[in-house]
């Protein structure tokens, strides 16, 4: 931990945007600026601090976009930043400011960054969960996962309306690169009858006796959702595998793609976005520093980053239960 005092903070969005990342930066800003800290923006994540693009914001500059999806300040992947010189380029920068706290808006591969260049440079960061998978252990929520899944249950509710009009059976993916959150909580929302995700291997060939079994009977309307990082290889590959295996069965394949980042921020996510904005200004002032802020049990949690990083989510048992017994 440091004992410097904190007087002038950064903040950044990184990684894939979620809905409710201006949320977070709104909440930032303003407690920044209560607590009377010059507050700065950097754009496209650790790009800007590295490019030097880095501008200062008041109060007026976060009007009007806690509504708004994607983030005002934009967002990258940075492989400048896993470069040692592209953080000493990015420290510079900072330090011609003065600036010696940064929040940084993202997932765990954003964590990393951070962790690495406070342990570099002694500038306190805090992390706050933003990425709409829900991969990041340490917190119940993550901001943009409640929009994600909520377009997710809208795309797929009226999937299953053309589905059940043709008899048809439609492998729906979405998102999650490594976690199936969005598939788990979407599918049992819209009430799908096979839900693949990383985290559990599915029986492939159960699954083609199983169709078998309604085709026979003549009611193959079905709806399966994939997570993009099922062990499987995501919706095409399903859909492809249940064509060849069923090749009597009307089969379709809708992959629903980057709308689940994007869109209005859900309330719950602008909530929890505000609450975590918040807490991450109140840590560095209170010297909880280089945690993520999380929220567990309704209650503000601290993660070492180290830790946010390494651990996953993982999806309980009691989960996956009602997902058996409410699919068959
Ligand atoms: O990390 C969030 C996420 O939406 C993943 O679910 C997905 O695999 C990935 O981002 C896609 O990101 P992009 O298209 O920006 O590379």
């Not at 590295?50 to 976009?65: G, H, L, P, Q, T």
């Not at 909580?185 to 990383?198: K, Q, W, Y």
């Not at 070492?304 to 993982?314: E, F, I, R, T, Y």
Request: hydrophobic share 40%.
């Amino acid at each position: 931990m440091s004992a410097k005092k904190v007087t002038k903070i950064a903040v950044l969005t990184s990684g894939g945007d979620a809905p409710g990342m201006n949320a977070a930066i709104r909440a930032v800003v303003r407690t920044g600026i209560y607590n009377g800290l010059e507050v700065f923006g950097v754009t496209r994540g650790y790009n800007g601090m590295i490019e030097d693009d880095i501008f200062e914001m008041d109060s007026k500059s976060v009007a009007n976009i806690i509504q708004r999806g994607g983030t005002i300040l934009k967002t990258a992947r940075s492989k400048d930043f896993f470069t040692p010189e592209g953080r000493q380029i990015a420290y510079d920068n900072l330090k011609k400011r003065d600036i010696n706290g940064i929040v940084v808006i993202g997932g765990d591969g954003s964590f990393k960054g951070a962790q690495k260049f406070s342990n570099e440079f002694d500038i306190p960061c805090i992390g706050l969960p933003g990425t709409i998978d829900k991969d990041i252990a340490g917190s119940d929520f993550t901001i943009g996962f409640d929009t994600a899944v909520n377009t997710a249950v809208e795309a797929i509710d009226k999937i299953r309306d053309t589905a059940d009009a043709h008899d048809r059976l439609f492998v729906v993916e979405v998102m999650g690169r490594d976690a199936g959150y969005i598939a788990l909580h979407s599918g049992i929302a819209t009430g799908a009858e096979n839900i693949l995700i990383p985290e559990s291997k599915t029986d492939m060939e159960a699954l083609v006796r199983a169709l078998t079994e309604k085709e026979k009977r003549k009611k193959l309307v079905n709806l399966i959702v994939v997570a993009e990082g099922d062990e499987f290889g995501g919706g095409n590959h399903v859909g492809d595998f249940l064509k060849q295996r069923l090749p009597n069965a009307d089969i379709r394949v809708c992959i629903l793609g980057h709308i689940q980042r994007g869109g209005a921020p859900s309330c719950l996510d602008r909530l929890i976005a505000s609450r975590m904005g918040y807490h991450a200004v109140e840590c560095l002032i209170n010297g909880t520093h280089n945690v993520m802020v999380g929220i567990e049990d309704n209650k503000m949690k601290y993660t070492p980053l180290d830790n946010a990083v390494k651990a996953k989510q993982k999806i309980s048992e009691e989960w996956l239960k009602i997902v058996k017994i409410l699919a068959s």
